[in-house]
């Protein structure tokens, strides 16, 4: 197994001086060196073909010992100095102080093809930062970040990669729902990818401590390593590299809501500096359209991070990691003409989102009109998002009074569509069929255009579940089939088509299914 291993995020940044591997807050520092913990037994379960091929790996280097040892954590490579990073975060809106990479230890970096990746192990134990945990995962949220990462890269949302997901063999004593009941489950480890796992609150934490020293350093290491495009680190360039991060943010939130994903817990912590999707804690995909959902227990009572908030709470996190870049550049002014803009724009490529999926090319004034009144419809009564929109691209504008028919299949109570809804809805289609005469491709066109941002298959939690069901039983061949079903979540899939499905009535309420816990 040969790898083109480099070290750039330890040669550049300030290291914790301190190398034992107690509790503390790190201070003056980027990262704290730590040894990832053995294992007992530990047994690979699954290994993705592409990522090999990404960090310059075969699937025969997969097959070995050695891959087995290190990406669980219980081989050091020579030459490698494993390292927890640490950040800050605000959590649900509160400043919660130092978090930092509480079961998450970076192995090192591996250069390949001219892209640097940086390799982390998640639940391989505890670091400096895991305050009263212990550092470890189960394979129920392993199963989850393993097949939702992939899942997401192949719908295109920009997101964290992850290479492999194994066993450990130790058993990880966990509170699913937090609720005075904590049993033993399978301890697992998943190893993910990155050009980088800076967040906003990597930032945050320097500023609050009013180290302004190492923030600069920081700053700059991130704009001289991951924005060469916006040239040698000044004022200026700390202000457009704010830009940057805006922009990404919302790209990666827009295809959020295009698809359909809540990520249930959007901290500064949990939000990647490169507008990439990172953290797959309690996320879920809507089943029945509804703005107000949240999968997150800990969120239910106040729905901070509904699927309807989420371009907003990106905002009021970039709120925050301006005020931590704010003393570098001592001036307000540029900062907060990046905020309103993507104040602005959000609403702006919200609406652009919304006309590709329900097919239209050309733009016109009243399309926000058609929009909300869609969305008003779609929460009438249950209606499953994904079915929805795949099946609306068989509509055919010449003939709208089968509207109602083209997308029954997504109404999860028939009986609940009354003769008013039914009504609002045939109203929707005659406005939606105006439209569409109006606008220059033909319905070939649009149902082409439609099927490739409205995927036919996400991963629903409960498929997520079944999986996990049948790997804590030790059968991994669901895992493989929804790997392989999820890498063309576009495409019609004829032998998969059982999967294009609401949810079913048992996962209605079920752990996993409908509502997950932080330690999902």
């Known amino acids: 197994m040969k790898l083109n291993i480099k070290n750039t995020f330890t040669a550049q940044l300030p290291a914790d001086p301190i190398t034992?591997?107690?509790?503390?807050?790190?201070?003056?520092?980027?990262?704290?060196?730590?040894?990832?913990?053995?294992?007992?037994?530990?047994?690979?379960?699954?290994?993705?073909?592409?990522?090999?091929?990404?960090?310059?790996?075969?699937?025969?280097?997969?097959?070995?010992?050695?891959?087995?040892?290190?990406?669980?954590?219980?081989?050091?490579?020579?030459?490698?100095?494993?390292?927890?990073?640490?950040?800050?975060?605000?959590?649900?809106?509160?400043?919660?102080?130092?978090?930092?990479?509480?079961?998450?230890?970076?192995?090192?970096?591996?250069?390949?093809?001219?892209?640097?990746?940086?390799?982390?192990?998640?639940?391989?134990?505890?670091?400096?930062?895991?305050?009263?945990?212990?550092?470890?995962?189960?394979?129920?949220?392993?199963?989850?970040?393993?097949?939702?990462?992939?899942?997401?890269?192949?719908?295109?949302?920009?997101?964290?990669?992850?290479?492999?997901?194994?066993?450990?063999?130790?058993?990880v004593l966990r509170d699913v729902m937090y609720n005075g009941n904590p049993d033993y489950e399978k301890g697992a480890i998943v190893s993910r990818i990155s050009p980088s796992f800076l967040r906003f609150g990597s930032f945050e934490i320097l500023a609050s401590r009013q180290d302004a020293e190492t923030l600069k350093t920081l700053v700059d290491y991130t704009i001289n390593t991951h924005f060469t495009h916006l040239g040698s680190p000044s004022k200026q360039t700390y202000v457009q590299f704010f830009n940057d991060v805006a922009l990404r943010s919302l790209d990666m939130v827009i295809h959020w809501q295009r698809v359909g994903f809540v990520h249930g817990v959007m901290n500064t912590d949990n939000l990647s500096i490169l507008g990439l999707t990172i953290d797959y804690g309690p996320y879920g995909w809507l089943e029945g359209y509804e703005s107000g959902w949240t999968p997150n227990t800990t969120d239910n009572q106040n729905k901070r991070y509904q699927y309807g908030s989420q371009p907003d709470i990106v905002l009021w996190n970039l709120y925050q990691l301006a005020n931590a870049l704010y003393p570098l550049i001592e001036e307000a002014e540029g900062l907060e003409a990046v905020l309103a803009n993507y104040a602005e724009q959000k609403d702006i490529q919200y609406l652009q989102m919304m006309r590709s999926k329900i097919g239209l090319s050309s733009e016109?004034?009243?399309?926000?009109?058609?929009?909300?009144?869609?969305?008003?419809?779609?929460?009438?009564?249950?209606?499953?998002?994904?079915?929805?929109?795949?099946?609306?691209?068989?509509?055919?504008?010449?003939?709208?009074?089968?509207?109602?028919?083209?997308?029954?299949?997504?109404?999860?109570?028939?009986?609940?569509?009354?003769?008013?809804?039914?009504?609002?809805?045939?109203?929707?289609?005659?406005?939606?069929?105006?439209?569409?005469?109006?606008d220059p491709i033909s319905a070939k066109a649009k149902k082409e255009n439609m099927n490739t941002v409205n995927p036919k298959y996400v991963l629903r939690n409960y498929m997520a579940q079944l999986a996990i069901d049948d790997a804590n039983k030790g059968d991994y061949k669901l895992i493989d089939d929804l790997f392989n079903l999820l890498k063309q979540p576009y495409a019609e899939q004829p032998k998969y088509e059982k999967w294009f499905a609401k949810r079913p009535e048992w996962a209605r309420h079920k752990v996993g299914c409908s509502m997950l816990s932080c330690s999902s």
């Open 364 to 438: 016109e004034q009243l399309d926000a009109n058609l929009i909300q009144e869609l969305e008003d419809c779609l929460e009438l009564t249950e209606t499953d998002m994904t079915i929805f929109f795949r099946n609306l691209s068989d509509f055919d504008g010449a003939n709208p009074t089968n509207g109602l028919q083209v997308i029954r299949e997504s109404f999860y109570d028939i009986k609940a569509v009354t003769e008013a809804i039914k009504d609002r809805w045939n109203l929707w289609f005659d406005s939606y069929a105006d439209r569409l005469e109006r």
């Open 20 to 171: 034992d591997n107690s509790r503390r807050q790190v201070t003056k520092a980027c990262y704290s060196f730590v040894t990832p913990k053995k294992t007992a037994k530990p047994e690979l379960v699954h290994v993705s073909p592409e990522m090999l091929d990404t960090l310059g790996l075969s699937e025969n280097d997969a097959k070995t010992k050695p891959f087995l040892n290190v990406f669980t954590g219980n081989t050091v490579l020579e030459g490698t100095t494993p390292y927890a990073m640490c950040y800050g975060g605000h959590q649900f809106g509160h400043w919660a102080g130092q978090l930092g990479d509480g079961r998450a230890i970076n192995l090192f970096e591996v250069e390949h093809n001219n892209k640097n990746w940086k390799l982390q192990l998640k639940g391989a134990g505890e670091t400096p930062y895991s305050r009263t945990a212990d550092g470890l995962a189960v394979l129920r949220s392993s199963v989850r970040e393993y097949l939702c990462s992939e899942a997401m890269y192949h719908l295109g949302v920009p997101t964290t990669r992850a290479l492999s997901l194994a066993l450990s063999g130790d058993q």
